[in-house]
């Protein structure tokens, strides 16, 4: 095996480097995602009416799309010449994998597979200008650089989801969701079809999913915490019929993407059961959900449940090609099973020991029916729980923990934790954002995903599959809001999936995330834009100091200490700002003429605690590190509504104990702090906290409420050195709420001391 990486290695070699210098060097290529190997040479193809493309029915699909994306692009016609051409070369290993060398007089694509020169395609396209997506490009010819690039995946599962049950799109759309995934490389779309609040794939068979199951009363306006909570009154809802979903389907095969659909079970199934209520536990009429969150109302595992789902997975495994299927099996609460008669005599004749293990009976069953059509499962990770399903697929989302406990049982595994995943979380701490379900899940955090666990060794790693970005759309009810959650984080994803760990580069790719705005504005996407930016961080060496960054070159921060809004006569910012008394900063990024960006605006409070030394029994959760530690006292407090911001620390159902050393004895007058309660993310405030200065102890209950932020003051007016606070984890999520049955988290922000 050694020899052949020698050989291949130096073909590759030669190959990179006979491209014919002939003129200035051009610029880098901005491909995203960042190719494994890429050189750029002197010269250029020019890409005029004298082009021509040749291709044998291999490489159809992706001769074609490069054919009409010229075509349909400009005003250029291609002839019959094979001035470009592609060639089958089975060597290279990896079946998606390619060669693209751009000569002065020719372009040759080399992959084993159609899909494979595809890729190379959607690499060539981004060498190519940005009119051509809009299809304005009007001059007679298109230069492009010399290049050699060398090129395969690091995942093979690298996708996008989307919900379409709590907000319906376009098929039109759909296929503009596909198409850019598509662009960015990724071969998976992970279509969510089925939930509580709407039924959304006609099953022939069952038509009051289309007539109940497919529209809700009403829906919920506003935030779910939001109190008293509100509902618009109007009727919502719709399906895509047999014909759309093969047109979908049909449209992402062209692009070399497999739909996956989900069709939830045993939970999100209220709607279903709207239409059939026969297929509950209790039988009862009940509404297709109007809100949001986790439902009581599951599918009962009796006969007539099975017969009903086999007939449905019937017709979805005819209309779905994919191996994969999606069940589901997250979130489902076991209340109405514990109070079934069927469900708790089903759990003595099988022997089984709970409820649990009946989530597990009722899986398998599901698996078994789908594995002797030819299909596989995938469901969410709560199908560890009770058991595995002897060949499921894991879809790891509450972190990774249940990612490491399957990939060690030998299942394959797709990577979806929250904390890296759900592009329905906030991406900017500014205020003005679409409200969105709560977390804090910036570009830089989806970058920065490892979908490999340390947990595992290398055996255990190649379980791992891939990745996708989530988009659950409670809160996104429109394309341009959905396009906005979803980019440009879904280029994050994809280089996530797609490039090699050692390729990546934060600072590279943001240059690149700007330049690939162009792109993105002829293709109509309504990407966030969050690049101009700017970021602070406090300081605290010999003296607190107040430091600014932002992403990207060539641009001014200017800010101003006395609250006024920064212009472009402010102070320009070129060294950490020293911090010796409360202030407010206020700082702006500027180019030449003008202000880019929003303002930033960071309150330090210099309390008796900044900057002083403080140690924590654990370690915060490391999804949720914030600024460690030392963030709990460096006179910065948290955002009021992105509890994953650099000010926030979370842990996940641990007790912690902190301990504040304020190096000398001091006249303490107050300490307050905040914890953030967003029970639908299973984030609880405790239920009480202890605090100790100089061995006196205090005690504060703190009342079970609904409000996001809780507020906590002692007035101990005494003097000590040393604050100590015992903060018990919440404990377990109680039934009937989101994560029932799984640990709180804890999550604490700043604690100022007066
Ligand atoms: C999920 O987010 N409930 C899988
Ligand atoms: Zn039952």
Aim: some cysteine; overall charge negative.
């Amino acid at each position: 095996m050694p020899f052949k990486k020698i050989a291949v290695c130096i073909v590759f070699i030669s190959f990179l480097f006979n491209c014919q210098n002939t003129e200035t060097p051009n610029i880098k290529p901005q491909i995203i995602p960042i190719p494994s190997e890429q050189t750029i040479n002197k010269g250029h193809f020019v890409l005029d009416n004298s082009t021509g493309i040749k291709y044998t029915d291999d490489f159809k699909i992706s001769a074609e799309f490069l054919k009409s994306y010229i075509e349909n692009g400009s005003s250029i016609k291609l002839q019959d010449n094979n001035s470009i051409s592609f060639i089958k070369d089975d060597s290279i290993e990896n079946p998606e994998g390619y060669l693209l060398e751009i000569l002065p007089k020719s372009i040759v694509i080399k992959a084993k597979t159609d899909q494979g020169a595809f890729y190379a395609i959607q690499s060539l396209r981004q060498l190519l200008p940005t009119e051509f997506e809009n299809k304005t490009f009007s001059e007679a010819k298109a230069l492009i650089s010399c290049a050699a690039i060398k090129d395969e995946p690091q995942f093979e599962h690298r996708g996008m989801h989307l919900d379409v049950s709590r907000h319906m799109f376009s098929v039109e759309f759909i296929k503009k969701y596909i198409d850019a995934l598509a662009m960015l490389k990724m071969n998976t779309f992970h279509w969510h079809l089925t939930d509580d609040q709407g039924w959304r794939i006609e099953i022939k068979k069952y038509p009051k999913l289309q007539e109940i199951a497919a529209y809700r009363n009403e829906t919920l306006i506003g935030h779910y915490s939001d109190q008293p909570q509100q509902f618009d009154g109007k009727t919502y809802g719709g399906f895509y019929t047999q014909e759309e979903v093969k047109e979908v389907v049909a449209y992402a095969k062209s692009r070399f993407v497999t739909v996956i659909p989900e069709i939830e079970l045993p939970g999100h199934a209220q709607a279903a059961i709207a239409a059939y209520p026969e297929l509950g536990c209790t039988g009862k009429q009940i509404d297709v959900a109007t809100t949001w969150g986790v439902f009581e109302d599951i599918f009962c595992p009796k006969e007539e449940t099975f017969t009903f789902l086999e007939n449905v997975l019937d017709e979805v495994a005819t209309l779905f090609p994919s191996t994969y299927i999606h069940i589901g099996g997250d979130e489902a609460p076991k209340a109405r099973w514990k109070n079934c008669e069927y469900c708790q005599k089903l759990i003595k004749n099988e022997g089984l020991k709970d409820e649990h293990e009946l989530q597990s009976y009722f899986i398998a069953r599901i698996e078994k029916y789908l594995n002797s059509k030819g299909k596989q499962i995938i469901g969410w990770d709560e199908i560890l729980e009770g058991g595995l399903a002897p060949n499921a697929t894991v879809m790891s989302w509450r972190g990774i923990e249940g990612a490491v406990e399957a990939a060690k049982q030998h299942h394959n595994v797709i990577m979806t934790p929250t904390s890296h995943c759900y592009f329905d979380y906030y991406q900017s701490e500014n205020d003005n954002e679409p409200l969105a379900i709560g977390g804090f899940l910036p570009l830089e955090k989806v970058y920065g995903f490892n979908p490999i666990p340390e947990e595992l060794n290398d055996d255990e790693a190649q379980y791992i599959l891939g990745a996708q970005g989530n988009i659950w759309t409670e809160y996104i009810n429109t394309e341009s809001q959905l396009e906005y959650m979803a980019f440009p984080r879904m280029l994050a994803m994809s280089e996530v999936v797609w490039s090699k760990p050692e390729n990546k580069n934060y600072p590279d790719f943001v240059k690149r995330v700007e330049n690939f705005h162009k792109r993105l504005d002829a293709l109509d996407i309504n990407y966030a834009n969050h690049l101009y930016e700017i970021e602070g961080e406090l300081l605290s060496n010999d003296n607190l100091s107040y430091q600014l960054k932002t992403l990207t070159d060539g641009k001014t921060i200017r800010y101003t200490l006395d609250s006024s809004e920064p212009t472009l006569q402010s102070e320009i910012y070129n060294q950490p700002i020293p911090i010796t008394k409360s202030v407010t900063i206020k700082a702006s990024l500027f180019n030449n003429e003008k202000q880019l960006g929003k303002v930033f605006t960071q309150n330090i409070n210099h309390h008796k605690a900044v900057g002083k030394k403080i140690t924590i029994n654990k370690a915060p959760h490391k999804s949720y590190l914030g600024s460690g530690a030392e963030g709990l006292i460096n006179g910065v407090s948290g955002s009021d509504s992105r509890y994953g911001d650099k000010e926030w620390l979370g842990f996940w159902g641990e007790d912690i104990e902190i301990i504040i050393d304020l190096g000398e004895e001091t006249e303490i007058n107050s300490i307050e702090t905040r914890f953030y309660n967003g029970q639908g993310q299973w984030i609880y405030a405790p239920n009480e906290i202890e605090i100790e200065i100089e061995n006196e102890v205090e005690k504060m209950q703190i009342p079970n409420a609904t409000e996001k932020l809780i507020s906590i003051k002692f007035e101990p007016n005494v003097s000590g050195r040393y604050i100590t606070f015992k903060i018990p984890n919440h404990g377990i999520i109680p039934e009937g709420k989101q994560g029932a049955g799984n640990k709180a988290w804890t999550f604490i922000d700043e604690i100022i001391v007066n």
